[in-house]
């Protein structure tokens, strides 16, 4: 794609992503000619054009996939080599399929030497601040509300469903996001309509069923069930709505291989099962309810959840990741 002519007029500050609203502890994010760092989430560097560099005055970021990988709401302090390439180039292979439903925020991927493979450089979008979330299954956070009150976001369900079970059809179940070591919280969908009014909410929750429709279709051609995925959108500078964040990667879905799938077990996704195990056992030796920090991995969970990633993007997309 084209790089564009720089202009000299500022870009103004981003509410949402904001100088300053960098998690502590954190790693020191890479120093990249023409652009300047503005904040980093818990996976994510995000970057605004420089003075003088190529995308001068232009309202795009560059978003940075880091190898950070978190767990029970924490960055963990091991990397998974060749993670964030693989979130890159699964959402760039997303973003083409899922185009004609809403427009999208990938611009380009001719990013910086250093970040090659695993930044974008996206449109710079105000976030609605609404996880959307859709769901074609049960499980985590949707099956706990369900055994307690026979919901999900406030909407009711039959009796009779248990863990992995297929939902009569497919559910927009908003979050609001939290803050780092907090959980997302499930909302209704009233909650959302408060937040950005009734005519936003109605979008947000026809694009998100939309999306997850046709993912789910293509995901299911290629042998695999998407139980549930998170889709983050917001407006663009000419007042259009955008998708935005990452999209349809193992850290947003859960990705279940569809032979393993079996209502009322859990059934394992292509993502941190290996990582969670692991901190969750005795080896660990890591108390989640108390307030230290997750302790480093060993090398064979680093691996085989690497080995995850790449297997989760080989079978969605037909062919093996270029390293
Ligand atoms: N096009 C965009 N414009 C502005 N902000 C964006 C855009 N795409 C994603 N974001 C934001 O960038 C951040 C991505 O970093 P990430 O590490 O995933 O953060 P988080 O810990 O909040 O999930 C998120 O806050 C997301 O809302
Ligand atoms: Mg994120």
Redesign the pocket.
Known sequence: MSQPASSTSPTPP?P??APGST?PGLPEPPALPGWEHL??????D?YAPAAGGPWAGRDV?L?VASDRI?AYDHVLPTPIPDKGRVLTALSAWWLDRLAGIVPH?LVSLDVPAPVAGRAMI??????HPVECVARGYLTGSGLAEYREHRTVCGLPLPEGLDEASRLPEPLFTPAA?AE?GEHDENITYRRVEDMVGPAIAAQLRGITLELYSRAARIASRRGIILADTKF?L?TDPEGRL?L???VLTPDSSRFWPAPAWQPGRPTPSFDKQYVRDWLASPASGWDRTGDQAPPPLPDDVVERTRERYLEAYRLLTGSALEL
């Not at 904040?39 to 994510?44: C, F, I, M, T």
């Not at 996206?122 to 976030?127: G, V």
Request: glycine fraction near 10%.
């Open positions: 981003h949402h992503t998690t904040s980093s989430g818990k996976v994510r995000i970021l978003v978190s925020h996206c449109t710079r979008l105000d976030m996001k780092l983050e917001g955008t935005g964040d990452e």
